[in-house]
């Protein structure tokens, strides 16, 4: 780890402390060896003050030992018809499992405590079916969940609930989940299965708002999603509508696949979010430093000119910053030349490790958008090694540098960079349609 990488996780710390957020493992990830990294991330999480409540699944654990004892079951997800026998062989697999949890956590000091806070009543009948032992939630005991968390015990909520009369409900633990997140307030709810959805489906955009992941679930594709992913994906929604800000789905074929997911701008898994993800805004004074160490590599790289710390806070204004989750990761200029009645480009940049996502582009479209503002005649750019990006952006090379103001083609005489002159009048054509 290098130092700008240990500097972006510490950008986190403030923003999750005191926070919740509920993590939500598959049956299978807590049988394989990956588990173990999963305790102690749970561990670096409390240490950071953040509250976590666990959910666990157990279908894999219910699979096994009804073929161990014979039994044919009537589903092992809770998703479905859950019958007697179905029942009895998931409470005791559920309660082993737990068990094994709580022994776990033990061995990484982690105080905590098995919770019946789910009440539920029986599904009842669905498309002409009897689900007789399968429960719809009714209500998470947050009150419960919430002592638990104020003295400092992880509170491990099973995939069961139970009626007003006391009798044991199988339910989801993907529905699990995503209730304890609204109930909470939950900052974040992580689904964490053994295989990495991302990868697992080849989405090109990890990423999505809950309008996206809804039309999503609404075209083909869903049907080629596997079915735990797909039911998932539609707790996200359901928990974003209902005030969860972000819910994560990741996997643990990386070992630190959590912490990485929630201490880098882009994660590892995939994401549907509430808020705004990504926000473009003008840069204000307690973005100088952050712009300044955002482009300094680049200077290096004879990419841009270099800029002093004090001519960016002197020309903040100028500048518009990406900031995702808060952190900014790309940067723009609009220097105006009022007395030409021109616009300058500069300074575009996007952090290493964000390239390919489109940002350059919203950053550019952001910059056509304040010369227009501006009401500039044209938007020119001096490039080097940006050139061929900013004319597929809709920029054309020009030869005639005596259109320049005459101030700013002295410093392209000095600097001996022999920058390419781009132009782009684009946004003066669309105001003229308008």
Known sequence: ????????????????????????????????????????????????????VLVHGAASQIRSLGEKRGISLSNCDGTGVTDEATLEVSMDAISRLSHSIMQSLTTVKIRAASTNAIRARPAGIIGGVDNLF????????????????????????????????????????????????????ASKIIFVSLSNPQETTHFACRQWSA?????????????????????????????????VLRVHL????????????LFSNEGVGLMVYADAYHEVRPATKADADEIYSLIRRAVEDEQLLERPRSDIISQIEDYIVLAIDGNVVGCVAIHFYAEQKLAELACLFVKKGHNGMGYGGILVEAARQRASELQVDWLFAL????????????????????????????????????????????????????
């Not at 939630?137 to 006391?166: E, H, K, T, W, Y």
């Not at 001996?416 to 054509?429: G, K, S, T």
Request: include cysteine.
């Open 250 to 261: 990741i996997g643990v074929a990386r070992n630190d696949a959590l912490l990485a997911e």
């Open 383 to 434: 490039s080097t090694q940006a050139a061929g990006y900013l004319q597929k952006e809709g920029f054309q090379k020009e030869d005639d540098l005596s259109l320049l103001p005459p101030n700013r083609l002295e410093k392209w005489r000095k600097n001996n960079r022999n920058a390419v002159l781009l132009v782009c009048r684009e946004h003066i054509e669309k105001e003229t349609v308008q």
């Open 1 to 52: 780890m290098n130092f700008e990488d240990l500097r972006a996780i510490l950008q986190y710390v403030p923003q999750f402390r005191g926070a919740t957020f509920v993590i939500a493992l598959d049956g299978s990830v807590i049988e394989s060896p990956d588990f173990s990294n999963i305790l102690l991330d749970l561990a670096v999480l409390r240490s950071l003050n953040i509250d976590v």
């Open 211 to 243: 309008e996206q992941a809804s039309a999503l679930l609404e075209s083909s594709a869903a049907d080629k999603l596997p079915a735990g992913l797909l039911s998932k994906i539609k707790e996200a929604i359901r928990a974003t509508r209902d005030g």
């Open 134 to 185: 399968s429960g719809t939630i009714d209500q998470v005991d947050g009150a419960m969940l919430r002592s638990f968390l104020d003295q400092n015990i992880l509170p491990v909520v099973q995939p069961l609930g139970f009626d007003a009369d006391g009798r044991t409900l199988r339910v989801n633990s993907d529905k699990v989940a995503r209730e304890v997140g609204i109930a909470l307030k």
